[in-house]
């Protein structure tokens, strides 16, 4: 198994790439078509970076990428079409990452891990809520979401929450992933521009698409 998560490590490497993060975002793209030409796309947790090169390539200079972080993002390498943000999710306003709506919204963000899987899956959920409160600041209609989710126990609600949000919802784990990771990667298509804040899921998980 260490040489497979070698492999990715290396093509980072090779491709230029920032962290091994990127091929997920690859993988995710190459299956649900999310980014094109010309978009606009937010980057939220971005650090170091990764994410932000895969969406900078993928749109094109015709396209835009706003990035932000807790963490700085070493702007050396990225193109003049990329926007980063020292910025905390909570706090951010959005006329600091240029007042006009998303196409796509990503999101690989997670919580510092404290060693107890259990907790460390509730604060990544709890951060996946406060994106989804945000959306309706952010995100066009008919846009589309990926966001990193530890799985646990609060995952099961937070798919729920964002089949409501959208038309079509997934929950993926890229070949990039380890094996052993809780990460998972929920992808919604075709935002449907609802009220998020406060909204509250019950029924079955969606089957996916």
């Known amino acids: 198994m260490k040489e497979v998560q070698d492999i990715w490590f290396r093509r980072a490497k090779e491709c230029g790439y920032r962290a091994r993060s990127a091929f997920k975002l690859i993988q995710i793209d190459e299956k649900k078509r ?20 895969v969406a900078a390539e993928r749109v094109g200079h015709a396209g835009a990428v706003v990035a932000f972080d807790l963490k700085m993002i070493e702007p050396k390498g990225l193109p003049p079409h990329v926007t980063l ?13 240029g007042g006009a709506l998303f196409d796509v919204v990503l999101s690989d963000m997670g919580p510092d891990t404290s060693g107890d899987a259990a907790s460390d899956a509730v604060r990544s959920a709890r951060l996946c809520n406060t994106l989804l409160d945000r959306l309706p600041h952010w995100l066009r209609k008919k846009g589309s979401l990926v966001m990193k989710v530890y799985e646990g126990g609060e995952y099961p609600a937070l798919l729920r929450r964002t089949e409501r949000l959208f038309d079509e919802v997934k929950g993926m784990k890229p070949d990039a ?33």
């Open 85 to 97: 943000l020292q910025a905390d999710l909570e706090k951010i306003e959005a006329d600091a990452l």
């Open 177 to 209: 992933s380890r094996r052993e990771s809780v990460e998972m990667f929920i992808v919604g298509k075709g935002y449907l521009g609802e009220p998020a804040l406060g909204s509250k899921a019950t029924g079955a998980a969606p089957r996916g698409w």
């Open 34 to 53: 999310l980014l094109k030409r010309g978009q606009r796309v937010l980057d939220v947790g971005a650090a170091p970076g990764s994410w932000t090169q």
